[in-house]
T-cell receptor
Framework: GENVEQHPSTLSVQEGDSAVIKCTYSDSASNYFPWYKQELGKRPQLIIDIRSNVGEKKDQRIAVTLNKTAKHFSLHITETQPEDSAVYFCAASTDTGRRALTFGSGTRLQVQP | GAVVSQHPSWVICKSGTSVKIECRSLDFQATTMFWYRQFPKQSLMLMATSNEGSKATYEQGVEKDKFLINHASLTLSTLTVTSAHPEDSSFYIC????????????FGAGTRLSVL
């Protein structure tokens, strides 16, 4: 089955700096890679996703890159703000079929004002 | 939008009782729903995959007789924790997949179960 590893487990940055979170996956059949943000006690919220037919996707301050050959993908947050503080999870799955998401272990991001 | 409602948000029960958690897709039909369990400061661990009208598929190590899943309609799946014990205390979250073309999943708000 799929295995997703995520690093770092915690990340502290100063407001305005960039934050990068990295994930690797094991199943070459995976072609869908979403990122979720979860605030304490709340539901995970999809913030961005990428499919294997593209190498990069951007949405304002958030970008995700994908390297299919190396089986890794990364989340980049620029100009971080205190409200970006949360736990971020990467995940991997296939777009078709009924496969569940396999989540990484999560990264706790703390943005210091 | 795509809204998934999960109830109750918090439940406290005595050891040995059963607890039912509901997961509803409010504005779309969910071909598949998933149930996850999350321990404090940990990731989401898949418990089972629930397809409408068929039996749920459980992950290895998840007791199907303890965690009963019913997916009676395209908008409702239920998880019943039977004969709950303190070790079942956790945060349970459902997600619903909208359609089959893309694997975008929408999450419920979660249920915090505390078994005394």
């Amino acid at each position: 089955g799929e295995n997703v590893e995520q690093h770092p487990s915690t990340l502290s940055v100063q407001e305005g700096d960039s934050a990068v979170i990295k994930c690797t996956y094991s199943d070459s059949a995976s072609n869908y890679f979403p990122w979720y943000k979860q605030e304490l006690g709340k539901r995970p919220q999809l913030i961005i996703d990428i499919r294997s037919n593209v190498g990069e996707k951007k949405d304002q301050r958030i970008a995700v890159t994908l390297n299919k050959t190396a089986k890794h993908f990364s989340l980049h947050i620029t100009e971080t703000q205190p409200e970006d503080s949360a736990v971020y999870f990467c995940a991997a799955s296939t777009d078709t079929g009924r496969r569940a998401l396999t989540f990484g272990s999560g990264t706790r991001l703390q943005v210091q004002p | 939008g795509a809204v998934v409602s999960q109830h109750p948000s918090w439940v406290i029960c005595k050891s040995g009782t059963s607890v039912k958690i509901e997961c509803r897709s409010l504005d779309f039909q969910a071909t598949t729903m998933f149930w996850y369990r999350q321990f404090p400061k940990q990731s989401l661990m898949l418990m089972a995959t629930s397809n409408e009208g068929s039996k749920a598929t459980y992950e290895q190590g998840v007791e199907k007789d303890k965690f009963l899943i019913n997916h009676a309609s395209l908008t409702l799946s239920t998880l019943t924790v039977t004969s709950a014990h303190p070790e079942d205390s956790s945060f349970y979250i459902c997600s619903a997949r909208k359609g089959l073309a893309k694997n975008i999943q929408y999450f419920g708000a979660g249920t915090r179960l505390s078994v005394l």
